[in-house]
């Protein structure tokens, strides 16, 4: 074996090892260390300008890092051009070729490789994205999640170790995209190979991605699997870009056993020491959180019917919107203005209308604590603006 084919024994993994980019003063992505492991479904995710397109550029050899290396298996591509790296990039403009039918879209990467044989390996690969009825067809008479699969067809017949994908379902209305989260996984299972996917949509990246990094001013703030990051996230930005949470500022009682005890607004709360990030020191400040799911809503007449041990707090309901599969509420208490509250509709109590005096309480399991000096608004006003 010659020393030019050793390279493609070696895994798909990706290997980011200090690597950054500046533009003058401007710092793109901070110094960052990321493995993509082989065959895994990897997103980055954020809002406009956090980095995360920019280090998929790294990736692809578009953008050269001002520092670090970046790795495919055990061979060093930092120097490659992208043309000699073992990747292929989807985009959210799919550039297909308006002139040729989707057969040759495909055979493409194939026939400019010297290919003679092409219609096995393209209808297999038409098969695979399910369009080998759409075989002779041109791109305009196609769908926009059609054109995304021929598009995906065209990088993957090429047999890459990695596929950059880069908000490539941006472009399809919210219906088509849903589908095609679905398609894009079943694809990455059939094929097994390494997807790194960039997107700024929450949902996109948790119905995907095995896991998912999230980045925040050039910077990783938090990785691991989805539900591990929506369950126990460590920063207020995590928290908040992944879904919605509740933060009551609450100072720590005692600590005993598994549990924190906290004070707030007079009432007493308790959270399993093992989630919480935070320093917990008696008399110290604990940034506790909920998500709105994980939250019961009792009208105030009925307290004494709620379980002991549950954390509970009082307030008065100030809106309420119904929206078919739960209603989502907003609770003003004294620990938190805008508690939000999403309640299945299964048996809805008439009594909880704007107005009305309620009690929140949930299960401590479900609580979670961050340091009380990070703003607990961190990642809300950015989700809105990349909306």
Not at 117 to 131: I, P
Not at 325 to 333: E, F, H, P
Not at 364 to 373: E, I, R, S, V, Y
């Amino acid at each position: 074996m010659t020393t030019a084919k050793e390279p493609k024994e070696h895994g798909g993994d990706v290997r980011l090892s200090g690597i950054s980019k500046t533009y003058g003063s401007f710092t793109a992505v901070h110094p960052l260390d990321l493995t993509v492991p082989q065959g895994s479904f990897f997103a980055l995710l954020g809002a406009s300008g956090c980095g995360k397109t920019t280090t998929l550029r790294m990736i692809a050899g578009l953008e050269e890092p001002s520092t670090g290396t970046v790795c495919l298996g055990e061979q060093d591509v930092t120097a490659l051009p992208p043309y000699k790296r073992p990747v292929n990039t989807v985009f959210q403009s799919y550039a297909l070729f308006p002139h040729l039918d989707i057969f040759e879209n495909v055979a493409f990467g194939l026939r400019r490789r010297g290919i003679k044989s092409v219609k096995q390996q393209v209808g297999d690969m038409l098969d695979l994205v399910q369009l080998g009825e759409q075989a002779r067809k041109k791109p305009h008479q196609l769908s926009g999640g059609q054109q995304q699969r021929v598009a995906v067809a065209r990088a993957l017949i090429n047999h890459p170790k990695v596929l950059l994908l880069d908000e490539p379902l941006g472009a399809l209305d919210l219906k088509l995209r849903r589908q095609m989260q679905l398609e894009l996984k079943r694809i990455q299972t059939e094929v097994g190979i390494t997807f790194v996917h960039v997107t700024h949509d929450q949902e996109e990246a948790m119905t995907m991605a095995d896991t998912v990094a999230v980045m925040n001013g050039g910077r990783v703030e938090q990785q691991g699997a989805p539900a591990d990051l929506y369950e126990n996230p460590r920063t207020t930005f995590v928290a908040n870009f992944l879904g919605t949470s509740n933060f009551i500022e609450a100072e720590v009682a005692s600590v005993s056993g598994d549990d924190v005890f906290l004070k707030a607004g007079g009432g007493k709360l308790t959270l399993p020491k093992a989630r919480c990030t935070a320093p917990a020191t008696t008399g110290g400040t604990v940034l506790v959180g909920v998500r709105p799911e994980k939250i019961s809503l009792t009208h105030a007449d009925d307290a004494g019917a709620i379980p002991e041990g549950r954390n509970r707090i009082t307030g008065r309901i100030a809106d309420s919107s119904f929206i078919g599969v739960s209603t989502q509420y907003v609770v003003n208490s004294p620990v938190c203005a805008a508690f939000e509250v999403y309640a299945q509709n299964i048996e809805r109590d008439a009594r909880l209308v704007p107005g009305a005096d309620v009690v929140l309480h949930w299960n401590p399991a479900h609580t979670f604590g961050l340091d009380a000096d990070q703003d607990a608004d961190a990642g809300v006003e950015k989700v809105e603006e990349d909306a």
